[in-house]
C-alpha cells in the first residue's frame, strides 16, 4: 500500500584572527550570515571587495538514496561523490548601502554506476542589496537560486521527502522595506515569492516524485530595539502555497501566523534569535485535517573564552506533506553544536540533531518518525589561502510503521547511512 500521492597575515596570527570570524559567524540561526560568510579581506578591483576561491570535496556516501535498511531484498547505492566548485563573494560598500552577491556554480559526480544524475553541472546563486534613503527608509532585495541535481539536506527543504537526490530548481526574491518611527521603533513589510520544482526517487515507496510549488508571501513586524544589538518585534505572517502534482488534484495551501520575536545581533550575525507565535494551515484539496497551534523557533549561541563557541536551537512547526493521508506533519527538533579552536592553525567541531515529526491522518494510525544526525570533523589552514577539513557524519532515521513483505513486517522509512568528508579549499576565503 503506497503512503503517497501518486506521480505528481602570518599563517598562524592570520588563522587566529580569521578563526575569530568564523566562530563569531557559526550557526546560530543565521543562515544569510552564513552565506556572506569571508574569513579574510579579499580583493580590492575598483569599487569591489571580491572573494574568489575554488574547492575540491569528495564524500563517500553509503546510502546515497536513502534506501530502507529494513526491507527484504533491499540493497542501498554506496558512492563516492566527486565536488568541484568555483565561488565568488562581490561585496560592494555604497556609503551606508551595500550589494553582495555569491555565484557558485560546480560541477557533482558520482563514482557508481548505479546512480546517474540529470545534472553533472550545477549553479548557485545569492544576491542581497541594502540601500538606506535619508534616515528613515531602507529597502532590501534578496535572491537565491539553485538549479542542478542536489541533496534535499543541503537545501533544508522540509516536505517529509526520505529521498537524498534530485532534480530540484528554486528560485526566491524577496524584498523588505523598513520605517523608522524614531531612536528606537519602526516597520518593516516583507514580501516575497517562492517557485520551486523537484523531481527524484522516494526510495521508501519506489516511486519518483515530480512536483511544483509556488508561495506568496508577505509578513509586516513591528521593531522594538531594545539596546544596540537586541531588538523585539511582533509579527504577522500570510501564506498562500499552490501545489501541482502530476494526476492528482492541485493543493492549495493557505497559512496565518502571528507571534512576537527577539534577535541579538553582532557584526551582522545572529547570535541570539526566539520567536513564538500562533499557526494556521488550511488545505483546499488536500487529504486530512487542517491545522492550529502554537510553534515555536530559537537559537542562541554561546561564546566560551575566545577559543570555543556553543550553539544550540530548538523547533516545533508544521510542514505540509506529500504523503497520502496526511495533510501535514508536525515537527519537533532539537539540536547542538560545538566548535573549538586548537592551536593557531586548527579547529574541530560537533554536531547533533534529533528531530521527530508526527504525521496526523485522515484516518488510521498515526505515522511518528524520529530522525537522529550526529557529526564531527577537523578543520586546519595549511597556507594564507589554503585550508582542509575532514569530518563524518552519522544519520538514522525510523517510523512506527510497519509494512508487511514476504510476511515480514519491516519499516520501509527506516533508514541507516554515514558520510565521510574530505574538502579543500583554495582562494581568498
Do not use: C
Not at 213 to 239: C, D, H, I, K, Q
Not at 248 to 267: E, K, Q, Y
Not at 399 to 428: C, K, T
Request: proline share 4%.
Amino acid at each position: 500500500m503506497s503512503l503517497l500521492r501518486q506521480g505528481n597575515v602570518p599563517p598562524g596570527s592570520l588563522w587566529t584572527a580569521a578563526l575569530g570570524v568564523f566562530l563569531a559567524l557559526a550557526p546560530a540561526g543565521s543562515a544569510r550570515a552564513q552565506t556572506y560568510e569571508s574569513l579574510g579581506q579579499g580583493v580590492t578591483v575598483g569599487h569591489f571587495i571580491l572573494h574568489p576561491s575554488l574547492s575540491y570535496e569528495y564524500t563517500y556516501d553509503d546510502n546515497i538514496l536513502f534506501m530502507s535498511t529494513e526491507l527484504p531484498g533491499s540493497d542501498p547505492v554506496a558512492s563516492g561523490v566527486n565536488v568541484l566548485r568555483a565561488r565568488i563573494l562581490a561585496d560592494l560598500p555604497i556609503g551606508s548601502s551595500r550589494i553582495r552577491m555569491l555565484d557558485a556554480p560546480y560541477y557533482r559526480g558520482y563514482t557508481n554506476d548505479r546512480f546517474q544524475p540529470e545534472d553533472r553541472l550545477n549553479h548557485e546563486f545569492n544576491m542581497e542589496a541594502a540601500f538606506r534613503t535619508g534616515h528613515a527608509i531602507t529597502f532590501a532585495f534578496r535572491d537565491h537560486y539553485v538549479n542542478g541535481t542536489v541533496s534535499m539536506q543541503e537545501q533544508r527543504i522540509q516536505n517529509g521527502l526520505s529521498v537524498g537526490l534530485g532534480h530540484y530548481t528554486t528560485h526566491d526574491p524577496q524584498l523588505e522595506i523598513g520605517v523608522s518611527l524614531g531612536t528606537r521603533q519602526g516597520i518593516s513589510l516583507i514580501p516575497s515569492y517562492s517557485r520551486s520544482s523537484y523531481r527524484g526517487l522516494v526510495s521508501a515507496l519506489g516511486q519518483i516524485v515530480d512536483y511544483d510549488f509556488t508561495t506568496r508571501r508577505v509578513e509586516g513586524r513591528y521593531n522594538y530595539r531594545l539596546s544596540e544589538p537586541t531588538t523585539v518585534y511582533g509579527y504577522a505572517l500570510f501564506e498562500d502555497t499552490d501545489e501541482v502534482r502530476t494526476d492528482v488534484p492541485d493543493v492549495t495551501i493557505l497559512s496565518n501566523s502571528v507571534g512576537f520575536g527577539l534577535t541579538r545581533t553582532i557584526n551582522e550575525g545572529v547570535v541570539t534569535q526566539l520567536s513564538a507565535g500562533y499557526q494556521t494551515l488550511e488545505f483546499e484539496g488536500g487529504m486530512g485535517p487542517d491545522f492550529s497551534g502554537p510553534v515555536a523557533d530559537a537559537s542562541v549561541a554561546w561564546q566560551v573564552a575566545e577559543v570555543s563557541r556553543i550553539t544550540f536551537g530548538i523547533l516545533r512547526k508544521p510542514y505540509a506533506s506529500i504523503y497520502l493521508g496526511s495533510n501535514y506533519y508536525l515537527a519537533t527538533e532539537g539540536w547542538a553544536r560545538w566548535t573549538r579552536q586548537i592551536g593557531r592553525s586548527s579547529y574541530m567541531d560537533a554536531g547533533a540533531r534529533l528531530q521527530e515529526n508526527q504525521y496526523v491522518p485522515l484516518q488510521g494510525v498515526e505515522r511518528r518518525e524520529r530522525l537522529i544526525r550526529l557529526e564531527a570533523g577537523v578543520g586546519h589552514q595549511f597556507l594564507k589561502n589554503l585550508r582542509g577539513y575532514v569530518g563524518l557524519n552519522l544519520e538514522q532515521r525510523e517510523s512506527n510503521v510497519l509494512q508487511l513483505s514476504g510476511g515480514v513486517g519491516a519499516d520501509p522509512f527506516h533508514y541507516q547511512l554515514y558520510r565521510i568528508l574530505f574538502r579543500l579549499e583554495a582562494g581568498w576565503l
